[in-house]
């Protein structure tokens, strides 16, 4: 038999999920599911003005809807899926210790988030720098700035 306590836990999780059905695809409650995500980040929530990891929000700001070659450049994507991503700016100091001591980015801020969804999966990847990533195949594959990319699922 149910307790009350569980009925409103089940009715919390439905209302935001029904929310996060008229959001962008990217937004929500993420489970860590790669070994990198698990290792660092654990589960991320993605909303409109912030990034949350590991109980701790950081200000986020959607700078512009990536093109499906650029997908591509940085996740092992199709580019003829006609899948398109998500560049936002956000910073979070390198100081920031995440599961078992890691950070993002090393000794550099985190400064530039990319995603994109495919079904119930989400990746990301972070990046270092001042300046907005080069979103094609040479400049990714030589890039500095780029920390790591990372699996989520729902």
Not at 51 to 57: G, P, V
Not at 132 to 143: L, N
């Amino acid at each position: 038999m149910w307790k009350p306590l569980a009925h409103g836990v089940v009715a919390s999780v439905l209302l935001l999920s029904c929310a996060a059905a008229g959001a962008e695809p990217d937004q929500g409650y993420w489970r860590a599911a790669s070994s990198a995500a698990t290792s660092i980040t654990s589960d991320i929530t993605i909303g409109k003005e912030k990034l949350t990891i590991d109980f701790i929000a950081y200000p986020l700001a959607p700078i512009r809807a990536l093109k499906p070659v650029e997908v591509s450049a940085v996740f092992d994507a199709d580019v003829n899926a006609g899948i398109n991503g998500t560049l936002y700016r956000l910073r979070v100091p390198a100081r920031q210790r995440f599961e078992h001591k890691n950070t993002l980015c090393g000794d550099e801020d985190t400064q530039w988030m990319a995603t994109y969804v495919t079904g119930k999966t989400l990746e990301v990847a972070f990046f270092s720098g001042d300046d907005m990533p080069v979103f094609t195949f040479d400049a990714i594959s030589k890039s500095t700035t780029l920390c790591g990319t990372f699996v989520y699922s729902r």
